[in-house]
């Protein structure tokens, strides 16, 4: 498939508008290969974990985590120089995915609120809002029913009408119209046709971090909600190793805050998470789930806070991704998910 068919995919399943402004969630190295057969996806940019895609025969490689957020010279050594060296020799394109999906509403970010069943679920903080766009334009060309009907159907479309004289009129959320208008050239075999357009102040779709909802059998105390939590977390993955006396043991995660008497509302958090224990609580959270709790956080929270770890929510998130990306480009290329390790190990005491 057309190298930049696929990115244009890539970035509609995660917009780079919604990410955010310190971010770096698009192309990380330009690739020289017109055509993208292989596409390998993994969580981080690392040296090893780049050369196992390569060797794969990637020609794209899509990870979470940027290679750099600020622009650098290649001087110092280091990962920086060590991933553009192996991409520059072979040709392929890096790209990183990583606040652009972490925001995305219906995105793998949000596996676990899936997998745990929640119901009535909210965005804990919003992020960047996007009003709806009307488009007005002439058909170039005949346009009918026939023709109107996939487009209609088409994720984000809100309306989509036709006058008498041929103008072409389309409601649609802002980050869905860049592929509405890809699909309308096609549709009039490219002939050209001049859009107006015009920004609305309804509908507006919102995007932001995490989620909060509810348990869909109701309330539970701790101990049943955790082992609902583990089957959840760990159908895929192994908890953090430990060593120590009596061999490898496997840990779940860090707990900090004031357990309550029943577990109804669930927040969480895939990756870090810290800065949104007030936003969990605020609506309503009986228990936060995320990763990278520091001291201060812990001790200040108002609620049970549950350090799951970073590596498993965002690892499960990418293999997800990957999985709805081969079933987005069908055979156009074939997608594969390379399983990374986590950074951490933990000694249990003799």
Known sequence: MNADKVLG??????????????????VQIRGERPEIKKLAVALDPSPAMMRDCLDWGADLVLTHHPLYFKPQAPTATGQYLDVLRQFLSAGA????????????????????????GLVDCATLEDSRSFPAREVFFQAPSRFTEREARPLLDAPGVHALSQSAAGEIRVVADEQAWPNIYEELKGVFSDKPFECYVRRLEEPVVSVGYGQVGDLPGGAMDCEAFARLLERALFANQKPFA????????????AECGPR????????YCTGSGGSLIPA????????????DIK?????????????????????????????????????????RFFAGTSPFSFRVLA
């Open 9 to 26: 995919r890539i970035r509609a399943l995660a917009p780079e508008a919604y990410a955010a402004d310190w971010d770096n969630s698009r």
């Open 93 to 116: 394109w890096l790209y990183a995915a990583h606040t652009s999906l972490d925001c995305r509403p219906d995105g793998p970010a949000h596996w676990l609120g899936r997998e745990l």
């Open 242 to 253: 430990a060593t120590g006396a009596g061999g490898p043991k496997g840990l779940a995660w």
């Open 260 to 267: 309550p008497r029943e577990i109804r509302r669930v927040a």
């Open 280 to 291: 969990a609580f605020a609506k309503g959270a009986d228990v936060f789930i995320c990763g």
């Open 295 to 335: 001291h201060h956080a812990a001790m200040e929270t108002p609620g049970l806070v549950l350090d799951v770890g970073h590596f498993i929510l965002e690892e499960e998130m990418m293999r997800l991704f990957a999985r709805e990306l081969q079933s987005d480009l069908g055979r156009g290329a074939e997608v």
